[in-house]
């Protein structure tokens, strides 16, 4: 069963982690919303009106924790790892991991069956850069669809070409680093991700 995902003005969206507009500059061609992070405290999420790259409105919600890409064909954990969908929302902390260790999470959430389906993945470069919203700082992703998301960098499963796959691996960060080439041992957030059709 799929649910729409609302939308919080007529013109253009504006998304905060529990889905209410806290602050919105009319004198300006920026929105400002506040939103709760992982850990509780107020974040702002600036975001250029006009500017959003990824639409609510390209995502059908699962109602499960999950949303569908339908342009894509992915589908995506709403929460970063080590966060649980509680009440439509992201609840807990979210937790770092080295590269082998969020590949492990992966296993064993599909082992498990915790999430439904047992093929759950970490993205490769291009899966998570599909998520990141270029009109939008603080994070650079869209917090209606992905709440409790940190400005930090996510792990792909992507390897460094021309490098050693066991040592370097690419990473994206929903801050203001980018693309990142990273050491499999460094420790980064985790955003899981498998093939809906």
Known sequence: MSRALGL????KYVRSADWTVWAVSLLTPLILVG???????????????????????RFRDNGDGSVTDVDSKLMW???????????AQCTGQVTAFNWPDAVREANQINRNGD??????????????ATITDRGCENPRTNLILFPGTPSSV?????????????????????????VLVARKDE????RFVRNAM
């Open 8 to 11: 919080a003005s007529t013109s």
């Open 35 to 57: 939103a709760a992070s992982a850990q509780g405290a107020a974040t702002q999420q600036t975001c250029v009106a006009g500017q959003s790259s990824l639409q609510v409105t």
């Open 77 to 87: 954990m709403r929460c970063s790892a080590g966060q649980s969908w509680v009440n």
């Open 115 to 128: 999430a439904f389906f047992n093929d759950w993945r970490l993205p490769s470069l291009r899966d998570l």
């Open 154 to 178: 996510f792990w792909t499963s992507t390897p460094r070409p021309g490098g050693k796959p066991e040592d370097l691996a690419f990473a994206l960060s929903f801050g203001a680093e980018g």
């Open 187 to 190: 420790r980064f957030y985790v």
